[in-house]
């Protein structure tokens, strides 16, 4: 039952993402699994029946065995009380109860090596499922990747590739437009020279424009400070 599936889960692992029946054969991984899912919870259900059907049989032979004995302990009673047809109805009770009993024996004995390797069969069956799901997980996430990392057949290029391109676009734009502005300051400079003056002057160059605070200080130092009276 799961062999096309494997199969199928081997192709999909390693098949080119650029393959364009991956996805194809990823749905119908999907599909089948999904039935062999159904499958086995049908089995589970039957499983669990057949084993309810065979507990009520054991409860049935149980009753049969209590039944026959106590029909020969009252055939037994009749017999010592003379009433021999009673005993003798008793006895064809008891032979058809002893038929049924030993068919029910047998096929309760059949049916448990049946329940036994029916049991291991869908144990195994959960298991390769389990293990199918899984990896069809690692293909679904495979398949992912790749297609985000490989070209798209229809774009040109796949998501990562055109947001790289974007962003290489973006900072080239940003660095041009930067060097724009330094050469465009620089050429207002010139329609500008009060602000040139005060360049160089901050630069050091000639006499300063505005007044410092450093200069006044040292301004202040040199200066003798005045006496100031005492008030009275």
């Known amino acids: 039952m799961f062999e096309p599936f494997i199969t199928q889960l081997k ?3 390693f098949a080119s993402a650029t393959d364009p029946g991956g996805q194809q054969s ?6 089948n699994l999904r039935n062999a899912a159904t ?17 009520q049989d054991r409860k049935r032979l149980k009753q049969i065995e209590a039944s026959i004995e106590d029909l020969e302990n009252r055939a037994r009673n ?10 003798l ?10 038929d049924e009993k030993s068919a029910l024996e047998n096929a309760l004995k059949s049916f448990d090596q049946d329940l036994s390797a029916l049991t291991e069969t869908l144990h195994r069956a959960q298991s390769r ?3 199918l799901k899984r990896g069809e997980r690692t293909a679904e996430v495979r398949d992912q990747i790749q297609k985000a990392q490989s070209l798209g057949a229809g774009a040109g290029q796949s998501a990562l ?3 790289e391109d974007q962003l290489d676009d973006i900072l080239h734009r940003q660095e041009r437009d930067q060097l724009a502005d330094q050469e465009f300051a620089a050429l207002s400079s010139a329609d500008q020279p009060a602000a040139l003056i005060g360049k160089l002057a ?3 160059c000639g006499e300063p424009v505005h007044s410092r605070a450093q200069d006044v200080l040292a301004r202040i130092k040199a200066d003798p400070p005045l006496l100031l009276e005492k008030s009275k």
């Open 161 to 163: 590739a055109q947001a």
């Open 26 to 31: 990823l749905a119908v991984l999907n599909i």
């Open 39 to 55: 499958s086995v919870r049908v089995a589970q259900a039957a499983l669990a029946r057949a084993k309810a059907e065979q507990q």
């Open 89 to 98: 109805e008793a006895a064809e009770a008891i032979a058809l109860m002893e």
């Open 78 to 87: 009749a017999l010592l009380k003379g009433i021999e047809s009673l005993a």
């Open 129 to 131: 499922l389990r293990a």
């Open 11 to 13: 192709t999909l692992l």
């Open 202 to 204: 901050d630069a050091g």
